[in-house]
C-alpha cells in the first residue's frame, strides 16, 4: 500500500526518528506539567474526591446530572460558593473522636460513620476552574493511514464499529473481552488518532488478565503510541495528545514507567506503507 501522505518514510527512517519523536512527546508534556495552569489543575482535582461505590450511587440517586461535587468548604478553596438555598448531595463520611482512659491516660481513636453534605458545580458561582484543555482534532488528513489500522485490526480479529455518539467527551474504546474498537464519528484526523490509540491498548495487552498496570499508565502508553504512529505519517496529533497524556501522567513516574512500553511497541521496523500493518 503506498503511503502517498508520507512518501519518504521508511522502516530505517522510522527506527531513526522514533527516539526524537518520543523526546518530542516528553519535552511537550513536561513543559505542559512545569506550568502554572497545570499546578493550579492539580490543585482543584486534588479537591474532588474519589468517592466510594456506595457514594456514588447515593449522589446519582439525589443529582442524576452531578459532574463534580465536592463540600461546602472545599468549594470556598476553589473561589465558588454554593448559591443560597441549594440543597445539600447527602454522603457517608466517616468521622473521628478521640477518648482518653482516665486510669491510664491512654487515648483512644475511635471511628463511625456519619452524614455529609456536599454540592455539584451547578450548585455553585464563582471563579471558573482551572482546566487543561483537550480539544478534538480537526482537518480531514489521515484517511489512508485509518483504512490501513483497520487492516491492522482485522487481521488482529478486531472489529472496528464507528458510532454518532458515546457518553460525556468520550472519543472510542476497546474491548478485549468482544475484540471490538468503537470510534466516535468525529473529523477523518481525530478518529484515526482514535483507532491508533485503541490498537496501542490491544498490542500493549491492556484489559487481559496478566496485565495489571494502572489506568493512568495504560492511556500514557495508548496515547503515546498514537501520536508515534501519527508523526510517523506526517500528521500530527501533540496539540490533542500533549495534554491528554499531561493529565493522566500527573506523575512524572508514570510517563517514565510508560516509556519502556511504548518502546517495546514501537522499537521494531513498523512500516505501514507497504501494507505490512503488524502494529499500529
Known sequence: MPNREHPDSSSADYSRRQPDVLARLEHAVGQIQDSETFRCYLDVQARFHRYSPNN?????????????????????????????????IKIIVPMFKTTRDEESGDERRQVFFGVGNTFDISQTDGEPLPEVDVPVLQ???GAQLYTGLTGVASREGLQVER????????MGFYERGSQRIVVRLAAQLQMTKTLAHELGHHFAGHGSPEDQS???EQETVAESVAYVVLAHHGLHSGVRSFPYIATWSQDRKVLQQAMSTIRSLLVPARDLREGRQEVP
Open 56 to 88: 456514588a450511587a447515593l449522589i446519582l440517586l439525589q443529582r442524576p446530572a452531578a459532574t463534580r461535587v465536592a463540600g461546602y468548604n472545599d468549594w470556598l478553596k476553589m473561589h465558588r460558593y454554593v448559591r443560597r438555598g441549594e440543597k445539600s
Open 139 to 141: 482537518g480531514e488528513a
Open 163 to 170: 458510532v454518532p455518539e458515546l457518553a460525556g467527551e468520550m
Open 214 to 216: 494502572p489506568r493512568a
